[in-house]
């Protein structure tokens, strides 16, 4: 009975120790499976949460750069000029478009069709446009020229001599001039644009009055301070000055060398020469091309160009 007992006990033992590793087992694996799943929910959390945050970040917006007009050709000398120091010629354009109705003075206006028509015109008989301050570079300093030069000015200051006119010229990669008055004329605004594309602006006086009937104050206010203004207000030389209705006499000029200008430009049928910089003739364009080409021809010097 005793031997039957501790065999029974025996096998009491064996089965309560068997039941204890079953249970090990089975907690050890639940605890592995609670540990495995937890860094995967956390991995899948890491792998998710970059792109929920790129989708909450805002995307700054891109700044573009302000584009300014391109810098025309002829606004520097070019590779093929030569030293040059003959006549040139100079027109003059006052307002562009169709005159409106009342206008005082309908001639003074040139069609935008026939403003076309003469730079084609021009281009097609080979003259090249430049500024008044490379012909002037030519003449006094060694600078160069195309074979053959002309320039191209605007008077006054007109909203389509900046707005019309410097990309029919740009076609072309010439230069023009604007001979501005700077009291309530163009506001600095419409001006920058052409400066930025190569062209040269230059005085017009302050108001446009007789300068030979002004009393030495004003004359000295109207060729001086239009130039300051000009040189502060756009950085730029200002070598030239522009009569103001083509009136001066000896006063006038003698006003516009003490200002610092070193030429000034007038009306006239004539090329311009190096030996009066300080009347400089420009033909006044009003008859569409026939005009320009018979003034071009009938006054051309026998030594322009080369």
Not at 137 to 161: C, M, R
Not at 256 to 271: C, I, L, Q
Not at 277 to 288: C, K
Request: charge should be positive.
């Amino acid at each position: 009975m005793s031997s039957r007992r501790r065999g029974g006990s025996s096998w009491l033992q064996l089965a309560t120790t068997a039941v204890l590793v079953v249970a090990a087992v089975v907690v050890a694996v639940i605890a592995v499976s609670d540990l495995s799943g937890g860094r995967a929910q956390t991995a899948s959390k890491a792998l998710v949460a970059p792109s929920r945050q790129a989708r909450s970040v805002k995307k700054k917006p891109v700044k573009r750069a302000v584009a300014h007009p391109e810098f025309v050709r002829n606004a520097t000398p070019q590779p093929g000029w030569r030293k040059y120091t003959g006549p040139v010629p100079i027109l003059v354009y006052h307002a562009l478009g169709p005159p409106p109705p009342g206008a005082p003075f309908p001639l003074l206006y040139v069609s935008y069709g026939n403003f076309k028509a003469e730079m084609a015109w021009l281009y097609h008989n080979g003259y090249q446009a430049v500024t008044l301050d490379e012909v002037l570079s030519a003449w006094y300093h060694g600078g160069t020229l195309p074979a053959k030069p002309i320039v191209i000015t605007f008077d006054n200051g007109y909203p389509e001599q900046v707005r019309f006119a410097p990309h029919v010229l740009a076609k072309y990669g010439w230069p023009g001039v604007l001979d501005e008055i700077t009291e309530n004329h163009l506001p600095p605004s419409y001006i920058w644009p052409v400066i930025h594309r190569g062209w040269e602006v230059d005085s017009h006086s302050l108001t446009h009055p007789d300068l030979v009937t002004a009393t030495p104050a004003e004359l000295w206010a109207q060729v001086h301070d239009s130039r300051v203004y000009l040189q502060k207000t756009f950085h730029i030389p200002v070598n030239m000055f522009c009569y103001p209705s083509s009136e001066y006499d000896t006063a006038v000029i003698d006003a516009v060398k003490r200002a610092g200008y070193t030429a000034a430009v007038t009306e006239g049928h004539a090329y311009a020469f190096r030996t009066e910089p300080y009347l400089l003739p420009r033909f006044e364009i009003e008859g569409g091309v026939s005009q320009l080409a018979a003034d071009l021809s009938y006054y051309k010097p026998a030594h322009y160009g080369w």
